[in-house]
């Protein structure tokens, strides 16, 4: 028992540093779509920053289909998100213009 639980100790431990995958999805959900914004039970926690963000939001988009394009929206939507100011999940920044992974 103890040289099984050395062996558990040696094995390397993989974290991910990068809470959104390069297809541009967080625990296996898009970030693209219609979004709605709740106090509670969210999919999503997320804090606004002006640098260093995870994703870049454009809200100015009729057809969000891209990464980082997002429609807010009363019901219907394709995921939630949180707002919070420490422990998100990620982090975003709004934009104008070229949306996305960072």
């Known amino acids: 028992m103890k040289s099984f639980l050395l062996l558990l100790l040696l094995i390397p431990v993989t974290?991910?540093?990068e809470p959104i995958s390069n297809d541009c999805k967080c625990k296996a959900i898009p970030?693209?779509?219609?979004?709605?914004?709740?106090?509670?039970?969210?999919?999503f926690?997320?804090?606004?920053?002006d640098s260093f963000e995870d994703l870049d939001v454009?809200?100015?988009?009729?057809?969000?289909?891209q990464c980082g394009e997002w429609e807010f929206v009363n019901a219907f939507e394709d995921f939630t998100i949180r707002y919070v100011d420490a422990f998100e999940d990620f982090t975003i920044r709004y934009v104008d213009a070229f949306p996305g992974k960072q």
């Open 15 to 17: 974290i991910n540093d």
């Open 31 to 43: 970030l693209y779509g219609k979004v709605r914004v709740v106090e509670a039970f969210e999919d």
């Open 58 to 65: 454009d809200t100015n988009v009729i057809n969000p289909d």
């Open 45 to 49: 926690k997320v804090r606004v920053v």
